[in-house]
């Protein structure tokens, strides 16, 4: 029954003394209560157990001193971002390795990393990936038999970072790259193939237009001819896809000049302009 039904259920009711319509009357005045409640919470495009509790002073201190993407959204935005980052804090586990414990500016920090990528797709918090792997450093893989910096983890349901490396990221927002925003986006392109609750959240010919353009963009960058992106970017779609979004973000104004159709291809992909960021 909906949240309308049962206020005209409630004004038409007759007004009796009968002790049973008075208990029926109040049961009724408390759901509706719970679903408005419970309404307010999906129009904000998901639903949060126990929320919207508002992110405290210290977590929005944290963005507002490390995080210019936050500080460039306008207020009614940074309200959003700020409940997405509440809930994916609140889902994740946040796992440490080679440290004592995983502090509240690394959660708030790599959760509003992930929120920037998502941040196009309200209901989208990558919920395959329940656990966020924390080292201090690069770290040894014993299943590659090499130091890394990053890596996603669909087996194991696992994001895994080094910390230091995620800093370094942000110390120069223009050079293209950035160690947080690579392994979300290997992360939000698996999820688009999982099968779960957010499952092909990306719009297939708009995916297929992408693909294409990167194709083109891949034989370039093979032939020693991108003007754009790193030799890297050609290993494979799974790494043109996460370079890209890296200069989509920290380099926008070069991205969109040399290649307005790819550019503009991701703007529609990720559902946001980082020019225009309103």
Excluded at 8 to 34: E, G, K, P, W
Excluded at 87 to 116: G, N, W
Excluded at 224 to 240: I, L, Q, V, W
Aim: proline share 6%.
């Amino acid at each position: 029954m909906t949240i309308t039904s049962l206020a005209v259920l409630l004004q038409t009711s007759t007004h009796t003394q009968d002790t049973s319509d008075v208990v029926f009357l109040a049961i009724l005045s408390v759901l509706v209560i719970l679903l408005t409640g419970v309404s307010g919470r999906i129009n904000m495009g998901f639903q949060v157990p126990g929320f919207p509790r508002p992110l405290s002073s210290k977590r929005k201190e944290i963005l507002k001193k490390h995080f210019p993407y936050y500080s460039q959204l306008s207020p009614n935005r940074r309200k959003r971002f700020e409940q997405k980052i509440q809930y994916f804090i609140h889902v994740k586990e946040f796992i440490p390795r080679q440290i004592p414990v995983v502090t509240d500016e690394m959660k708030v920090l790599i959760s509003a990393c992930a929120v920037q990528l998502t941040f196009g797709y309200p209901k989208v918090f990558l919920s395959h990936f329940k656990r966020i792997l924390v080292y201090p450093d690069n770290y040894y893989s014993t299943i590659n038999k090499t130091y890394h910096k990053g890596e996603v983890n669909p087996r194991l349901r696992a994001i895994v970072l080094s910390w230091k490396a995620f800093v370094e990221g942000y110390f120069n927002p223009k050079d293209g790259r950035n160690l947080g925003l690579h392994e979300m986006a290997h992360a939000l392109r698996l999820e688009n193939l999982i099968l779960n609750a957010e499952y092909k959240f990306f719009d297939g010919a708009v995916l297929q237009q992408w693909q294409q353009q990167a194709d083109m963009e891949m034989k370039n960058i093979a032939a020693g001819k991108s003007r754009m992106f790193r030799d890297y970017a050609g290993t494979d779609p799974d790494e043109f896809f996460s370079v890209a979004v890296e200069n989509f973000f920290e380099r926008p104004k070069k991205f969109k000049s040399l290649m307005p159709n790819l550019y503009a291809i991701l703007v529609l992909l990720l559902k946001q302009d980082p020019l225009n960021p309103i």
